[in-house]
């Protein structure tokens, strides 16, 4: 059979309608097709102003090419750097294996409350939201301790305070499994898939997991927020909140990221604007940063299971250095 030609398509599309009673002049149709844009879209419309457009889902994300830059981090296990600008992923090691973030699960957490939640909202704590777990940071609130979802915010950022990541999900409008549930629900949308979280902290917990993508995924979508990068660039957070008995306690907190305490450098010509610790024995040593070059250049940096401190700052230098 022979090939159609296009002028012929058309005279057949138009004819088509006519034979079951309904002519090409019923519906002014206009189709548009952009062959210049960024990726190529096709959009639809009618007297009744229909538009249909389909945005491609990776359109500002980092894509993976494989054509890493030559680092050498020996010793930390998973790693990756990530180009906001140029939408390329710089540096990769482990990045899509999943396992437990420890803390920077509290940036999820974060993403959900400034998502849906009200800055000014009073949260209570409760039994329900104390932390045994030996070790675990906390802030030791009492049963009928009062402070803003904002104060919370900040504490649960800078000081990583497990029991004030169990006041903000326990205080959710739906409740706790609520807030879980939207924090998985947050994650699929942005479209980390191997992310799986069953508490808002990051205490190690069974199929409790995420991957170096996935947290740069999240971390990209919460530098959107003001309010997250002024509370991420503190190097301390001094509050006050109102305990059970109607006193005041007045609260003066620092950063646990070691570049805001003055213990660890940042490689020259680089700033440090903000990220999370996390650490347990099941994760080690975890850190996640958002930096700028000196042409303001923003990046993200993430470092997953190093063996201490020393390396695991050691190595993130070594990745922010590579940042060109």
């Not at 639809?44 to 945005?55: L, N, R, V």
């Not at 777990?133 to 009928?144: F, T």
């Amino acid at each position: 059979m022979k090939c159609i030609n296009k002028y012929s398509l058309a005279i057949i599309i138009c004819i088509f309608p006519l034979i079951f009673g309904y002519g090409c002049k019923d519906k002014d149709l206009e189709f548009e097709f952009d062959r210049k844009a960024e990726s190529s879209s096709i959009s639809i419309s009618d007297s009744d102003s229909i538009h249909t457009y389909a945005e491609p889902f990776a359109k500002d994300l980092c894509v993976d090419m494989g054509d890493y830059a030559d680092i050498n981090i020996p010793t930390s296990y998973a790693a990756g750097l990530f180009d906001i600008n140029r939408k390329r992923v710089i540096y990769g090691k482990n990045m899509y294996e999943e396992m437990t973030p420890a803390s920077i699960t509290k940036l999820l957490t974060t993403l959900v409350a400034l998502k849906y939640c009200d800055l000014n909202k009073t949260l209570e704590f409760t039994k329900a939201c104390e932390i045994n777990e030996s070790g675990a940071q906390k802030l030791n609130l009492k049963p009928g301790d009062t402070m803003t979802l904002e104060q919370a915010l900040n504490i649960l950022l800078l000081y990583s305070a497990n029991d004030v990541a169990l006041m903000i999900a326990e205080n959710y409008d739906g409740g706790y499994d609520a807030f879980i549930d939207k924090m998985n629900e947050e994650a699929a949308a942005i479209g980390a898939t191997h992310t799986h979280f069953v508490n808002p902290h990051g205490l190690t917990q069974e199929e409790h997991e995420s991957s170096v993508y996935d947290l740069y995924l999240i971390l990209n979508e919460l530098v959107k927020y003001d309010k997250f990068v002024s509370i991420v660039s503190q190097p301390g957070y001094t509050t006050s909140f109102t305990r059970a008995d109607g006193s005041i306690k007045t609260l003066e907190i620092k950063s646990t990221n070691l570049y805001f305490e003055g213990k660890a450098s940042v490689p020259e010509g680089y700033t440090i604007l903000g990220g999370k610790t996390g650490t347990t024995s099941a994760a080690g040593k975890c850190l996640i940063v958002y930096f700028q070059d000196s042409a303001g250049n923003p990046y993200i940096s993430c470092i997953l299971r190093s063996d201490d401190h020393d390396t695991l700052y050691d190595d993130m230098n070594t990745l922010i250095s590579n940042a060109k």
